[in-house]
């Protein structure tokens, strides 16, 4: 920790890296040992590993974590439809693995409801990553949000059920050779109107449109 506080950018990926490695070891089976710069693991394994151990994928905002996801990643994952990041991440040895864009939308049937729990519960988002990951606390995210309009949620977060509005805020990322894109819905008690209204209305417009 630096100064007592939150750990400087190069810490954090320095922690990210020994966790991944010591993630990975625990997935082939058998007892680790590890004296690492940031973590010790005496004699740790997982007692039930599955035959198949699952996908590693690391978000990234700039070139530093697009090394390490390379590296290190089965796949990237990315909040933010810049084709430079999957450049960046393809030269540190991505190429060929999938690529993820995490996009946030708020489908309501009632578009002031949507906007309403979006500003309520994601509107930190609009703060972009880079921002977010330097934020040391729950509290700083409180601070850092406070000035955040309704207004300024809806600019940057699909809110309602008009499906065009979904394709135009996905359509980026389909340019920038996103090969996956994870839309994820605020607000767990509409799930499953948006699960029925997805698979019903917005995924053939996603289809449409970007085919």
């Known amino acids: 920790m630096v100064g007592g506080g939150w750990p400087?950018?190069?810490?954090?990926?320095?922690?990210?890296?020994?966790?991944v490695e010591i993630i990975r070891a625990l997935?082939?089976?058998?007892?680790v040992n590890r004296r690492g710069q940031h973590f010790d693991v005496e004699s740790a394994r997982l007692r039930d590993p599955p035959d198949q151990p699952p996908p590693i994928g690391i978000a990234v905002s700039g070139e530093r974590s697009c090394s390490l996801a390379g590296r290190l990643a089965d796949l990237v994952i990315a909040t933010e439809p810049k084709a430079g990041l999957l450049d960046a991440f393809d030269r540190h040895g991505g190429q060929g693995k999938p690529r993820v864009g995490q996009l946030?939308?708020?489908?309501?049937?009632?578009?002031?409801?949507?906007?309403?729990?979006?500003?309520?519960?994601?509107?930190?988002?609009?703060?972009g990553w880079k921002v977010n990951?330097?934020?040391?606390h729950p509290d700083a995210f409180e601070s850092a949000t406070q000035f955040v309009t309704p207004d300024?949620?809806?600019?940057?977060?699909p809110c309602g059920d008009d499906p065009e509005d979904f394709v135009e805020a996905v359509r980026p990322y389909a340019e920038a050779s996103f090969t996956e894109i994870a839309l994820v819905q605020i607000g767990g008690e509409s799930q499953p109107q948006y699960l029925d209204w997805s698979a019903?209305?917005?995924l053939p417009a996603l289809h449409d449109a970007l085919n």
Request: one cysteine or more.
């Open 8 to 19: 400087s950018a190069d810490v954090r990926h320095e922690l990210h890296e020994e966790a």
């Open 27 to 31: 997935f082939e089976g058998g007892h």
């Open 104 to 127: 946030p939308v708020c489908y309501d049937t009632d578009r002031n409801t949507a906007i309403k729990r979006a500003h309520a519960q994601f509107r930190w988002f609009g703060n």
């Open 133 to 136: 990951s330097e934020l040391p």
């Open 152 to 157: 300024d949620v809806a600019a940057s977060i």
């Open 200 to 202: 019903k209305t917005l």
